[in-house]
């Protein structure tokens, strides 16, 4: 059974930073494609860093290119998100998620992928 369990969100005022975890069991990590996504209330999931499986470079979305990190500890089993210079526009529940496929063209739709955390809340605000 894969289980996915997100943590280290929180509320922090902006330009703070947080690293957000996903504890990954009942898959490797390395044999799926893993990414974050976020959502907000009345919008629509939105991604934001993975790695595709097998492959160690990552992908960012424009939004959080040069202040989020990705990385991932394939011996942990867990993926990380390094957040700096947060923004009030960060604020969301964040998803951790994984999939079996590997296909450039749908690493970003969140319809891709089988499993999900239970995501973690980040608020940002003075």
């Known amino acids: 059974q894969v289980q996915l369990v997100e943590s280290g969100g929180g509320a922090v005022q902006p330009g703070a930073s947080l690293r957000l975890s996903c504890a990954a069991s009942g898959l490797t990590l390395r044999s799926y494609t893993m990414a974050w996504f976020r959502q907000t209330p009345g919008k629509e999931r939105e991604f934001v860093a993975a790695?595709?499986?097998?492959?160690?470079?990552?992908y960012y979305s424009d939004s959080v290119k040069g202040r989020f990190t990705v990385s991932k500890d394939n011996n942990k089993n867990t993926l990380y998100l390094q957040m700096n210079g947060l923004k009030q526009e960060d604020s969301s529940v964040y998803y951790c998620?994984?999939?079996?496929?590997?296909?450039?063209?749908?690493?970003?739709?969140?319809?891709?992928?089988?499993?999900w955390g239970q995501g973690t809340q980040v608020t940002v605000s003075s």
């Open positions: 998620a994984a999939s079996g496929t590997n296909i450039l063209s749908t690493l970003k739709t969140p319809g891709s992928y089988a499993y």
């Open positions: 790695f595709r499986r097998f492959n160690s470079n990552p």
